[in-house]
């Protein structure tokens, strides 16, 4: 049974703004509450979509966008409901962290989630028993973080229901990224968007670049982006033509194969920058040992053909950083 506790009618008609409090006693608070920003805007008949970002507190481009939108949008030109959860892991977004400074969880990694369990897992568990029954749609806004730089993209969560798979496709076609990726996260089913797909909602993420700042180009393509996905939808009524849908133009991350893992520690040199083409089998780059100036570099390479995806931001890896990642075209079912 959770105990977390929110003000927010979601049957009201109107604007709301509010938060979702969670019981939290640390040692500098004996009765205090984690409090969650929350806001509805709901207006006449129509779908339900839920807008999420901050799942990593270190990706900004979604809870600026969703910020603005929900301090601008006039409730009477939404048709339905929009829930928004923009800066969801409240911890992690005020520690500018991808993890919560609470528990060290990644909230990314928690869902369905625990209601008595942590703080992560109780977010997780009110997202996912609270929140996304009462949604038709689901859109988790992500960015690369301190840790990567990524092309800016929509991403389509594979579904194996071939209308949902369907419904997602043209969902994150009509997003109108530079980009459109199929992530599967290696077949993790702890994400949000994985729990969003069996829980039958159209869903989609986002990757905009990252590098731990906040890219003014990412962000103009979120703010466009969110607002086409509303209009898709139903939720808007589009201030600009439709986009034009490009399914030949979407990637995908090949599996294991399609990042660049560090097998040494060390200081990493890139050899492409993003949105080069490259081949299985051609060096990605090479990790220096500073210490150790006599010990020649460690080489890593592709395992994939592709074009470079996104790549690591700090120079400094330990074995097992993601150096580089690799997209390649998508030739799965599209419908």
């Given at each position: 049974m959770s105990t977390a506790r929110t003000t927010i009618d979601f049957e009201q008609s109107g604007k709301q703004i509010g938060?979702?409090?969670?019981?939290?006693?640390?040692?500098e608070d004996a009765w205090g509450a984690t409090r969650?920003?929350?806001?509805?805007?709901?207006?006449?008949?129509?779908?339900?979509?839920i807008l999420q970002a901050g799942n990593h507190g270190d990706e900004y481009e979604g809870p600026i966008t969703l910020g603005e939108l929900i301090r601008e949008l006039d409730p009477t030109r939404v048709r339905g409901r929009i829930?928004?959860?923009?800066?969801?892991?409240?911890?992690a977004v005020m520690a500018g962290r991808r993890t919560s400074p609470v528990d060290g969880l990644n909230l990314n990694r928690t869902f369905p989630g625990d209601p008595e369990g942590t703080i992560t897992q109780q977010i997780s568990a009110y997202v996912s028993d609270v929140i996304m029954p009462?949604?038709?749609?689901?859109?988790?806004?992500?960015?690369?973080?301190s840790s990567l730089n990524i092309l800016p993209s929509a991403i389509i969560e594979p579904a194996a229901d071939p209308d949902l798979r369907s419904r997602n496709i043209a969902a994150a076609l009509a997003f109108d990224a530079p980009l459109t990726v199929v992530i599967d996260n290696l077949g993790e089913p702890r994400t949000?968007?994985?729990?969003?797909?069996?829980?039958?909602?159209?869903?989609?993420?986002?990757?905009?670049?990252?590098?731990?700042?906040v890219s003014l180009d990412a962000l103009a393509i979120c703010r466009r982006g969110v607002?086409?996905?509303?209009?898709?939808?139903?939720v808007l009524e589009s201030d600009t033509p439709s986009p034009l849908a490009r399914p030949e133009a979407i990637l995908r991350i090949p599996g294991h194969d399609g990042y660049v893992l560090a097998t040494t520690d060390g200081v990493f040199e890139p050899f492409h920058a993003l949105g080069?083409?490259?081949?299985?089998?051609?060096?990605?780059?090479?990790?220096?040992?500073?210490?150790?100036?006599?010990?020649?570099?460690?080489?890593?390479?592709?395992?994939a053909d592709g074009i470079v995806y996104g790549r690591r931001q700090p120079g400094r890896v330990v074995m097992g950083n993601c150096c580089v990642t690799v997209a390649a075209p998508y030739y799965g079912e599209l419908r």
């Open positions: 938060f979702v409090d969670i019981p939290h006693s640390p040692h969650i920003p929350l806001a509805v805007i709901r207006n006449g008949s129509g779908p339900t979509v829930i928004f959860l923009p800066a969801i892991n409240t911890p009462m949604g038709n749609a689901y859109v988790d806004l992500h960015s690369g973080g949000s968007t994985a729990t969003a797909i069996r829980a039958g909602l159209v869903t989609i993420g986002t990757e905009m670049a990252g590098a731990g700042t607002r086409n996905v509303l209009a898709h939808f139903g080069t083409t490259v081949k299985a089998g051609q060096d990605a780059g090479r990790i220096h040992n500073l210490a150790d100036p006599a010990r020649e570099p460690e080489v890593v390479r592709y395992a």
